[in-house]
């Protein structure tokens, strides 16, 4: 089954690429961009027997492994469409 883990700073902690990506786009004329957080993006195919369990399991992993939990927060989506093979 796929899962999407998406792992972002904490609202609270400075975002220097999100800024430097926000000066950028202000220079191109894109005004109406008022913030830019910078992230990463995984996505997981993890064996389970339904959509709960690999929200469990994917959770897991970006708490212990993928996120910085002190300075990072994260999401996960499961997608039980999607497995092997796709």
């Given at each position: 089954m796929?899962?999407?883990?998406?792992?972002?700073?904490k609202?609270s902690v400075?975002d220097?690429?999100?800024?430097t990506i926000l000066d950028?786009?202000?220079?191109?004329?894109?005004?109406?961009?008022?913030?830019v957080r910078?992230?990463?993006?995984?996505?997981?195919?993890?064996v389970?027997?339904?959509?709960q369990?690999?929200?469990t399991?994917s959770?897991?992993?970006a708490d212990k492994l993928?996120?910085n939990?002190?300075?990072?927060g994260?999401?996960v989506?499961?997608?039980?469409?999607r497995?092997?093979g796709d």
């Open positions: 796929k899962t999407r883990v998406f792992v972002t700073l609202p400075f220097p690429q999100g800024q950028a786009l202000s220079s191109l004329g894109y005004e109406s961009v008022r913030d910078q992230g990463k993006f995984f996505e997981l195919d993890v389970a027997d339904s959509a369990e690999a929200m399991i959770t897991e992993i993928l996120a939990t002190v300075i990072e994260y999401r989506e499961v997608d039980p469409k497995g092997e």
